[in-house]
């Protein structure tokens, strides 16, 4: 039976830069779960984006006091130039500690800048103000069962009141994504024709790994899904689908039995990018008698 003090983890895929200047779905569900979570006094968010990996074994934690953005295309600079960011130093200390008591060559950055995987979501759950945020690297080697730890290093911070998140893409192949309606009408939406069978065949199997999985399970289905036969046409590279671990190790513990994910807003973009939006766990007087997740899917 999952535990009753947990904050529920997300798994968000961002999908292109137009999701954040267009009104879509998902943003109403990014929007839904930053209300929940400032209603619920989260201390703040620890996230991993796809844009940001370190090098040889090492892993980083986001430390720059004063962060830039970078720009990004098709989005009019008024919707995230005067956001600020709010770095959170003194848990990202916390996270560097805890990352190296679970055996990592976890580092400090001072210098980076956040890039739109990570704020974009931000800006989308909070309009209102970021939340103090600490921001995880990925590492360049791409290995699942390394992000998988990361997760569960961190997991703990979930009963502290921190918001876990992973930003990455269900299916993201920018090989694959059909640009033409958005480069020409300005339209990430359009769909010219269906999607090819590997984004759609890899796009149930995410589901269903969610769905059918949770504690231990989860983490071993997730991280088989590198294996899939569809993987690699919905995936050309490994930088979108890290973060699907993170947050399979943050929320696939013994404890976290019972817990099954859920898809909760769905996008399509570009033709082939499908832009799911998952969630397990539940806050806790949404579970009933102490029992598994009760909230109802809304795709
Ligand atoms: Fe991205």
Redo the contacts with the bound molecule.
């Keep these: 039976m999952p535990a009753n003090n947990l904050t529920p983890v997300h798994f968000f895929s961002?999908?292109?830069?137009m999701m954040l200047g267009e009104e879509s779905e998902s943003a109403d569900y990014w929007k839904k779960c930053g209300d929940e979570a400032l209603a619920h006094g989260i201390k703040g968010v620890i996230m991993m984006?796809?844009?940001w990996d370190a090098d040889a074994d090492r892993v980083e934690i986001a430390m720059n006091p004063t962060p830039n953005k970078s720009p990004v295309a098709y989005v009019h600079p008024s919707k995230y130039v005067d956001y600020e960011l709010n770095p959170d130093l003194k848990t990202g200390s916390r996270c560097i500690e805890m990352l190296r008591a679970a055996g990592f060559a976890a580092e400090g950055n001072a210098s980076f800048d956040w890039?739109?995987?990570t704020y974009l979501i931000l800006i989308r759950m909070f309009p209102g103000g970021c939340p103090p945020t600490v921001l995880v690297s990925m590492n360049a080697r791409f290995d699942p069962h390394y992000h998988v730890k990361i997760g569960a290093a961190l997991r703990p911070l979930r009963k502290e009141g921190y918001l876990l998140i992973g930003?990455?893409?269900a299916v993201?192949n920018l090989y694959r994504n059909v640009y033409w309606p958005m480069v020409r009408h300005a339209d990430n939406f359009a769909q010219p024709t269906p999607p090819e069978a590997a984004s759609l065949d890899f796009r149930q199997a995410v589901e269903d790994v969610f769905r059918n999985n949770s504690g231990p399970e989860l983490r071993r289905a997730m991280t088989r899904l590198m294996k899939h036969p569809s993987y690699r046409g919905a995936q050309a590279t490994d930088?979108?689908f890290m973060a699907i671990m993170f947050v399979a190790g943050a929320a696939g513990d013994e404890e976290d039995r019972g817990d099954t994910g859920r898809l909760c807003a769905e996008t399509w973009e570009l033709t082939n990018m499908c832009n799911s939006q998952f969630t397990i766990g539940v806050w806790p007087e949404q579970r009933v008698g102490g029992g598994a997740s009760v909230v109802q899917s809304a795709a």
């Design positions: 961002h999908g292109s830069t984006g796809a844009h890039i739109h995987d930003s990455g893409g993201h930088d979108h």
